[in-house]
């Protein structure tokens, strides 16, 4: 036979339910990954080739690359991709691109490959920037990985920052 709750059963039943749910869900992340987020640094050297010559129709420009990186430091190995950019013929300052990159060699001494989305736009003084490597695109030990790739230029020199997690 069913029984009606009171108001306070009521509340007291969710709050019972919510707890139980927040609790899966914990433990299915700590069952997931570790739950660190680790963090490599160093720097890579960057080379960016036309792969076609820009196409200009109505006063926008589009183009393709092809990319090679080397990285030291955390990151050890060579990046190859694809970027697409576009932006007002002939400005230096508005635009915008997107590129997947493939990285592969050893993330603090864990080998294997994993690939990053690069998202980035520009207008005069202000830019935005966001590379991420790709959910579960990891291979070998680097299976699994995720993460945020942070860039800087300083004095010609790129550096990169990145923070990932990996599961157990």
Known sequence: MLKILTA???VAV???VAVVALAFVGV???LAQDG????????FEVSVV???PEAVEAGLGLSRYALTKTFTGG???HGVGQMLAGGPAGSETVGTYVAIERFVGTLDGREGAFLLAHRGDMAGEAYTLAITVVPNS???ALEGISGDFKLTVEGGVHHYDLDYVLPR
Do not use: K, M, Y
């Open 14 to 16: 969710a709050v019972l």
């Open 50 to 52: 036309p792969a076609d």
């Open 8 to 10: 306070r059963g009521l």
């Open 36 to 43: 660190a987020v680790h963090h490599a640094s160093g720097t």
């Open 138 to 140: 990891g291979t070998g």
């Open 28 to 30: 299915g992340q700590a």
């Open 75 to 77: 990151l050890i190995g």
